[in-house]
């Protein structure tokens, strides 16, 4: 299979060097072991995977003994470190040892597919002795093996009015995904992702999040798939799903942990300004495709038939995208979502901010043509946050980067990659 660069590699290579211990999460089959192999000499580390019945029944029997017993001298990698728990005491007091004799740095890089952090075990063990990343599935930047991070692009450099060539957001969409079917067209990616999705019912609902009845979380997804870019209503999904508030509240969870799932929260400044915003977060899915797959459509032909449920496919993407982009960037990113409730129907999709207050807004639309009026929203944002917004972007599938006032623009899909 092609190698395709991805744009974490430096900053987890950075990490890895600075930090005695780094946890690489992501979904399964995003290419962390690809990843990991590729960016480091294989002289300079000890790549172990838990996923091996010997290595993994070793570890279980005596985990002082092997983690013990590890090469000191590298860095030593270990995949799919959920599937031994036993290990997280003896991973803290290796760390601990390795400060205390001078040896800080680039001790431990472990690998998950489901989001550890999540459970109490590694958290309390670990906690202030690991950085953690995040790699997800391929962007649209590393499908062209292009270096561009757009968000770092849209907060460091000034846009200009520039053409493009138009895009296929259908191309870019069905591209932007796992790298297994992204890099292969012959693969069946309906049967791939039906594979995929009974790996993490079968393995991590009942393994991890210790689901008896693991097939329900599929009924969640389809109930989810169907709110994507709304107003998350518990209620309602509860009623729809006839789960209790505690059966929805851990599925909801292990959906998240497993990166099938993300939740973006509600902006909201209530100590300085005199508006209040709804408190509802907004749910969107990791991969667009597996979006599509759990709602059982064709994106071709949602393309063609259906704009309605396309557009929010498209804003599902732009929300990847996001993720992604800000995943690999230096310091801290929150994204939100920008709701006034006394400014009904004027909501801004996202707004994606620093921990120093600058932010960003961000709208989509799938549209190739633009006016005065699909700004209304950005504007208001704009208005509100004040001189902390540096950008107000509405990201569109037409051909140019032009102004639409102060601040605002509108900006290509092209953008994201080029």
């Known amino acids: 299979m092609t190698f395709n660069r991805r744009i974490l590699a430096k900053k987890l290579e950075n990490t890895t ?64 470190v959920q599937r031994v728990p036993s290990v997280y005491l003896q991973l803290k007091r290796s760390v601990d040892e390795g400060r205390l004799k001078g040896r800080g740095k680039s001790m431990f890089l472990l690998t998950g597919s489901a989001n550890i952090f999540a459970l109490p075990e590694l958290a309390d063990a670990m906690v202030g002795r690991m950085a953690r990343l995040t790699l997800y599935p391929f962007s649209a930047a590393e499908i062209y093996n292009s270096d561009t991070n757009f968000i770092g692009k849209l907060w460091n450099d000034d846009l200009v009015i520039k053409n493009y060539r138009r895009a296929n957001p ?17 693969i069946d990616k309906s049967e791939w992702m039906d594979s995929y999705l009974g ?80 408190r509802s977060k907004k749910l969107y899915f990791t991969d667009t495709n597996f979006l599509s797959f759990i709602m059982r459509r064709d994106i071709d032909e949602v393309y063609e038939k259906d704009p309605s449920v396309m557009g929010h496919l498209f804003e599902n993407f732009i929300a990847s995208e996001i993720i992604k982009a800000t995943s690999t960037l230096p310091g801290k990113y929150f994204l939100s979502h920008f709701n006034p409730v006394r400014e009904h129907g004027k909501e801004t999709d996202f707004v994606i901010e620093k921990d120093n207050g600058e932010a960003i807004a961000m709208e989509v639309k799938l549209d190739s043509t633009l006016n ?47």
């Open 199 to 278: 790996d993490i019912l079968d393995r991590d609902a009942v393994q991890f999040a210790k689901i008896r009845k693991p097939g329900l979380v599929y009924h969640l997804l389809v109930s989810l798939s169907n709110r994507v870019g709304s107003l998350m209503n518990n209620d309602n999904i509860m009623k729809e799903t006839g789960f209790n508030q505690g059966t929805f509240e851990s599925y909801k969870i292990f959906c998240n942990a497993a990166f099938l799932t993300f939740e973006v929260q509600p902006w909201s400044k209530p100590n300085k300004l005199n508006k209040r915003f709804v």
């Open 170 to 186: 259908v191309e870019i969409i069905k591209k932007a995904t796992f790298p297994e079917i992204a890099l292969n067209d012959d």
């Open 17 to 80: 060097k600075t930090f005695a211990s780094t946890y690489l999460g992501g979904p399964r089959q995003c290419g962390k072991s690809t990843l990991v192999r590729n960016l480091l000499s294989m002289e300079n580390i000890n790549y172990l995977t838990f996923d091996t019945t010997l290595v993994r029944t070793a570890a279980e029997k005596d985990p002082d003994a092997f983690i013990e017993n590890l090469p000191k001298n590298q860095l030593n990698v270990i995949d799919e």
């Open 372 to 418: 005065e009026k699909d700004f209304k929203n950005l504007e208001l944002c704009r208005d509100t946050i004040g001189d902390k917004l540096i950008k107000g972007i509405l990201i569109y599938t037409g051909e140019s980067i032009v102004p639409f006032g102060d601040r605002l623009w509108a900006v290509p899909i092209n953008y994201l990659w080029e």
